[in-house]
């Protein structure tokens, strides 16, 4: 059981770089998530995906785009990566086909930008 | 906008005892959902306990249950009978029944469990 993958676990980039962090799932959820960890603190919430074609800005979206690209995958770019921006990133899921349930997460992309 | 708050930014608890991790939130919503998640040193977040707001009985998952006071805004965790794996980061997440369904985080509680 794969749940949601995200791509890749670690990456260090100079200031000015761009990237794109990946996510997939494979259980067929409608809502995606990005949110960034920093260090002692929750998670903020960058960008969503309700469902596939739409997506909305979170509490935290400067700096920041996203792509829904398919109902499996949703993907982060940094155009021009900032220190501040160094983080950990979680993407997640969510079925909606039922209230009550999760957003179930991936393992996180640790980001450094120096 | 929602917030949620842990007050304990880090607790400690011995093998085989009970602690209670507290978290308040401020809304204005009546119809949201709680949820408690786990973060091991791993960095995963694992899902604990999930409580739908309609319901006033409290939730319980094995070991670990809540104290849900909805009028108090106020949903904790007991985690019974602690074990050195319970070792984690805890946050308490809360998520408005809506369109996008998003999480709101508190700022976490590390918990360390002493053999």
């Known amino acids: 059981n794969a749940g949601v993958t995200q791509t890749p676990k670690f990456q260090v980039l100079k200031t000015g770089q761009s990237m794109t962090l990946q996510c997939a799932q494979d259980?067929?959820?409608?809502?995606m998530y990005w949110y960034r960890q920093d260090p002692g603190m929750g998670l903020r919430l960058i960008y969503y995906s309700a469902s596939e074609g739409t997506t909305d800005k979170g509490e935290v979206p400067n700096g920041y785009n996203v792509s829904r690209l398919n109902k499996r995958e949703f993907s982060l770019r940094l155009e021009s990566a900032a220190p501040s921006q160094t983080s950990v990133y979680f993407c997640?899921?969510?079925?909606?086909?039922?209230?009550?349930?999760?957003?179930?997460f991936g393992d996180g992309t640790r980001l450094s930008i120096l | 906008a929602q917030t949620v708050t842990q007050s304990q930014p880090e607790m400690s608890v011995q093998e085989a005892e009970t602690v209670t991790l507290s978290c308040t939130y401020d809304t204005s919503e009546s119809n949201y959902y709680l949820f408690w998640y786990k973060q091991p040193p791993s960095r995963q977040m694992i899902l604990v306990i999930r409580?739908?707001?309609?319901?006033?009985q409290n939730a319980t998952e094995n070991r670990f249950s809540v104290n849900f006071q909805k009028a108090a805004k106020s949903f904790s965790l007991k985690i019974s009978d602690s074990q050195l794996g319970d070792t984690a980061m805890y946050f308490c997440a809360f998520m408005k029944h809506n369109a996008g369904n998003m999480l709101t985080f508190g700022g976490g509680t590390r918990l360390m469990v002493k053999p």
């Open positions: 259980m067929n959820h409608n809502s």
């Open positions: 409580q739908e707001a309609y319901k006033q």
């Open positions: 997640a899921s969510r079925t909606t086909g039922v209230s009550n349930q999760p957003q179930h």
